[in-house]
């Protein structure tokens, strides 16, 4: 899906009462912004957008000093708590934002919840600007008859749990069954089936939670669906992923050729990465598997399998009625071309039996604070280049400016545009002119409220506790999952 934007109307980003700057004042405000004064910005958010807009800032503006707001005890945000714990590499950013964090222009405030320990409002009293990068903490409901039963659990917690993110440590699924469905065909979707499926001993060497590794070595689970509601060329999932499934040791791929009829001719004109992507796909489905590889399948334990043209329309529950036992699919068709495709009910269904059910269509923001606007059909906040639409110093970058798209590379270049913006503004004399307190006024108020911040300083001696404890295994890192203890080890 591409970004969404609004269109940049100049005399909308200022309530039309106030006028613009005059010339001279402009050009005081930016020498007095530039030469004397230390710009004080607050980034609501410690993960990649949150990071990477804060980077920016310290780059390009030699005295400014940004503070991190993060209501988790610990940094990193989707990096440690969504990444796959099979993709190591993929979290190597984390040094770089280590880097960051060290700076001694940087902040990093945790424990402290935006919204509720701390309005946005009294952050935009205490700092000449505010940059909200909180990311897409809820997922996408299915809004389908039995989602509230036992075995259906969002993908989005699903990862949570085996990545130990601290609200999803006690999830305990049950997979003591032979099937497990995904809704979705995204990179997440291709996530959590590869770590059902892939053999524990492959995982032993990870940073995945001790709990979730023993549940998997106890699991049952030999065949994933992996469901979309449209067809192959409109899959969400990229080749990386998709060639990591086919890969898999121990497994074997269910694709139905004739849902590639035709497919090859479509594809001549589609852009190279999804055409790369639909030549893995027919060649996996259509052609005959060399002597090794047909070997290999013929012996796996495991299989998984992906399936077109099906929407959800109830999950079916188990005889007594106590847990999840199948889903319902409708059969769809395809209407529309290129962007425009979209799924239509045929009216036929069909029953998929299966114990597990994970929904993987989305991930979306949540509205943070009454005084900043959100818009609830597209979930993210209305914003022009990232400045919030209405309300002056007040900015935002990543999944929640633009929506739960791309991969981290894509958030960095987005949370760059954001802080070149604010970076533009305070230059033009558009942010608050004289000295704001910063973090020493928000520190009164948390103290006040009976909060205590965790510094960076504090993460690092629950890292090397981590990574101790983690030693002590053969893995990179036993996570802490527990928010009572990790207070405990810092002697709070």
Same mark, same amino acid.
């Given at each position: 899906?591409?970004? %969404? ?24 405000? &930016? ?8 710009? &004080? ?40 708590? /969504? ?23 940087? *902040? ?31 997922? &996408? ?15 989005? *917690? ?26 979705? &065909? ?7 089936? %590869? ?80 055409? %790369? ?5 027919? %060649? ?39 847990? *999840? ?36 269509? /989305? ?110 295994? /053969? ?18």
């Amino acid at each position: 899906m591409a970004p %969404r934007c609004w269109r940049w109307w100049p005399w909308l980003a200022w309530p039309r009462t106030r006028p613009p700057p005059s010339e001279s004042t402009q050009s005081f405000r &930016q020498q007095f912004s530039t030469q004397e004064q230390t710009p &004080q910005i607050c980034v609501v958010g410690s993960g990649p957008a949150g990071f990477y807009t804060t980077q920016h800032l310290l780059k390009h503006h030699s005295r400014a000093h940004v503070d991190i707001y993060e209501k988790q005890l610990v940094p990193f945000g989707l990096v440690r708590f /969504g990444v796959a714990p099979d993709h190591p590499e993929v979290k190597n950013v984390i040094n770089t934002f280590t880097r960051t964090a060290h700076s001694d222009r940087c *902040a990093f405030h945790g424990n402290v919840v935006v919204g509720r320990d701390v309005t946005v409002q009294e952050l935009r009293d205490a700092y000449h600007a505010v940059v909200l990068s909180y990311g897409a903490e809820d997922h &996408q409901a299915l809004e389908i008859p039995g989602e509230e039963l036992p075995g259906v659990f969002s993908a989005r *917690a699903f990862v949570g749990w085996y990545n130990g993110l601290p609200e999803n440590r006690e999830l305990a699924p049950d997979l003591s069954c032979d099937t497990a469905v995904v809704l979705g &065909q995204g990179n997440v979707a291709l996530d959590v089936a %590869r770590i059902l499926l892939t053999p524990p001993e492959h995982l032993e060497k990870t940073d995945i939670t001790e709990a979730a590794l023993g549940a998997l070595r106890q699991s049952q689970v030999k065949t994933v669906w992996i469901v979309g509601r449209r067809g192959a060329l409109q899959v969400a999932f990229t080749i990386k992923e998709l060639r990591e499934m086919i890969q898999l040791p121990g497994t074997r791929p269910i694709l139905d050729p004739a849902d590639f009829l035709g497919l090859q001719d479509r594809i001549k004109e589609v852009p190279r990465p999804r055409k %790369r992507l639909m030549e893995l796909l027919l %060649r996996a489905a259509t052609e005959k598997p060399g002597v090794a590889e047909a070997a290999r399948w013929a012996s796996a334990p495991r299989a998984w399998g992906l399936r077109f043209l099906r929407s959800p329309r109830q999950v079916l529950p188990s005889p007594d009625g106590r847990r *999840a036992a199948g889903i319902r699919l409708a059969v769809t068709r395809l209407e529309g071309v290129g962007e425009a495709t979209r799924a239509v009910p045929t009216g036929d269904v069909e029953d998929l039996p299966c114990g597990l059910v994970l929904s993987s269509i /989305g991930y979306k923001s949540r509205p943070i604070d009454p005084s900043v606007p959100f818009d609830p059909k597209l979930g993210v906040i209305p914003n022009m280049e990232g400045r919030v639409v209405d309300v002056p110093g007040l900015y935002c970058s990543g999944w929640v400016k633009r929506g739960p798209t791309g991969v981290i590379t894509t958030t960095m270049t987005d949370s760059f545009v954001t802080g070149q913006i604010l970076l533009q503004d305070l230059k033009a004399g558009l942010l608050p002119s004289g000295p704001r307190p910063g973090y020493a006024a928000v520190k009164a108020l948390l103290s006040s409220r009976g909060v205590w911040p965790v510094s960076f300083s504090d993460w690092e001696k629950l890292d090397a506790e981590e990574v101790s404890r983690g030693q002590g295994v /053969g893995k990179p890192r036993e996570k802490l999952l527990d928010p009572q203890e990790m207070l405990r080890l810092l002697g709070r």
